[in-house]
C-alpha cells in the first residue's frame, strides 16, 4: 500500500448538508453550536451553510444568521454555498469570515444538467462562464473545478472515464478564459455509482491527462460502498476528501429514500487514523460532535462509528 | 487490481446470528421464510440455527422446529452452529437435512477466550480435542479452523499476525492429530478491529505460512470499515466470506450499543458484482429478502444497501 498518502485533507460538510435535508426547522443556535463543536475537533474546514433561495431550501432561509453567529477559530477554513450571483452577494457579506473561492461545478452526466439544472452540456458551460465572471467582478478567484455525476447517474447509467475526462476539459478551458489556475477539481458520485474499480478508472484517467492537479473525492454512501471508496482513493494517493460528521444529509434522489447521502466524516478519520495516515482530527472529539448532530436532529445518524465509537478507550484499558 | 477472484461464496448467516439478538421473540415460520426466501437468491450457503441453550439464547429454542421446516433447495447447503457435544447431538438429528462440518474454533486473543469461554489458551486448545473427537465419533468430519479477534480485541487491544499464526498452527495441530485435514481456515474480526492494512498484514503472514490454505473472512462493520476490509480481501483474492443478510444480527458487545454486526449480504454483492466479481446471486432477490428480514424483525437494518437499491433499474431506464 506504498501510495497511501501521509495525511489527507477533510472538508467537513456536515452542517451545510444536514440542516439541509432534515425535515424539521433546526435552530439557529443549534447549527452554531454543531460548527463550534466540530472546530475542536482539528477538523480544518467546515462548510457552514448555503446562500440559496429560502422558497427552494426552507432550511437555510437562516444562512445570515448562522454565518454571523459562529465563533472563527485560527487554523480553520470556512466556507459556504451558493449556485447564482443572489447568493454570491449574500455570502460576500460575510467575506470577513467566509473562505472565498469560486467553483466550477459541471456534470459528467448530460442527462444529469438537464433532469436537475435545466441545462444541456452547453447552457452549463454557458452559465459557468457567467459565474466566473461574476465571481472575478467581485474579486472572488475561481480555484476550483467540481465533476457531477463523476461515477455513474441515475439517469444516464455508467459514465465513462472519457466524459469525466471530457467534463473537465470544460473546467479548465473557462478557467482559463478568465486567467484563473484551478488548484482544486472534484470528482462527486452525486448518486452512489462508484466502486473502488471504477474510481481506478476515472482517477486514473484524469491523472494522465492532467497530473498536476490536485484531487480531491466527494463519495456518497448510497449503497454502502462508501468508505470502500474512499480506501481506494488512498490507494491511488487522493488526499482531499469531503464528508459529513456523522452522515449528515441523506440522499435527496427519490429512489433511494432513507440512504445514506454522504460517507461520514468519522469512519474516514478512523478508517486514515488506524492504518497510520494522519488526519489531524481528535476521533473521539468528532463522534462526540457527531452524537451532538444526532440530538439536534432527534435521530440517529446513519454512521457505524458513532455507534461502534474508536479503538483509543480499549487500547488504554488493554495497556 | 490483478489479484482479484473470478467469483467468490457467499455464507450467509443472517438467519442464524439475525434471529439470536433480536429482543423479541420471532415466529418459526418467519425464520424459515426468511430461509426460503433467501435459497431463491442464489445463495450456496446459509446457516439456518443454532443449536444452544434455550435458557443462554431464547432466540434458539425453537431451533428444532426451524431446521425441520425449511425446504431443501437442491444446489444449496444449509447448515448449523454449535459450542458442545449436546449441541452436536441435536444437530444430528438433521443430519439429512444439514451440511454437516466440524469446526476447531480458537481465538488470538487469551484475553477474549478467558472472558468470553472462561478458558485460557492450553484450555480451549483441551476444549477442541475433545469436540474433534466427538464429531469424529459420530462420523462427522472435522474441516475448518476458525480464528477469532484476528484483527484486534477489546480485552487486549492490537494482535499481532504471529498471534494469528500461532493460533492457526494450535488449530491446525489439533487436527492433525486426530488426521484431519482443513479445507476452510476462517479469520475473524469479532469486535472490529479491521483495517484494509491489517487484512493485508494478517492475510500475508497466514498465506506466507500456509500458502496451501483456502482462507475466509469473517468480517464486522462495527465502525463502517467492512466493505473496505472485504475489498482489501478481494485484492489478496480472498474467495470466501460470511455475511448476512441486510446485516442482520448487530453487535454483541456492550460498548457497541446499537453498532451494525456483520457486512451485509447485499453489499458484499453489489460491491462484487458491480466489479465484475461473480457472486451467483441476485441482488434485487437479495434485497427483496433483506426487506422481509426488516418486516420480520420489525425495525430497519443498517444495510445502506436494502435503501439505495441495486443500480439494475437505473440502467434499464437509461439503455
Redesign the interface.
Known sequence: ?SDLPSHIEIFEEGPREGFQIEAGPIASADKIALIDALSGTGIRHIQICSFVSPRLVPGWADAEAVAAGFTPKPGVAYNALWFNEAGLKRALAFRDRLSMTGSISLAASE?FSRRNLNRDRAGNIEAMRRQTAAHLAAGIPVGRVGVMAAF???????ITPEQVVQTVADGLAIAAEHGQAIHDLSLADTM??A????I?RVVGAVRGRWPELALRLHLH????????N???GLRLGVARYDSTVGGLGG?PFA??????GNI?TE?LV??CE???IATGIDADALIAAGHLAERIVGH?L????L?????A???A???
Chains 1, 2 share one sequence.
Not at 454512501?221 to 470502500?228: E, H
Not at 429512489?255 to 445514506?260: D, E, I, L, Q, S
Open positions: 500500500m442527462a455513474g447517474c441515475n439517469f444516464a447509467g455508467d452512489g455509482w466502486t473502488p474499480a471504477r481506478e454512501d448510497t449503497r454502502g460502498l462508501g468508505i470502500a474512499a480506501m481506494a440522499c429512489a433511494h429514500k432513507g440512504a445514506p461520514a469512519e478512523l478508517l488506524e492504518m497510520g440517529t446513519p454512521s457505524a462509528a455507534r461502534g465509537g474508536s479503538l478507550a480499549f487500547r484499558r488493554a495497556a
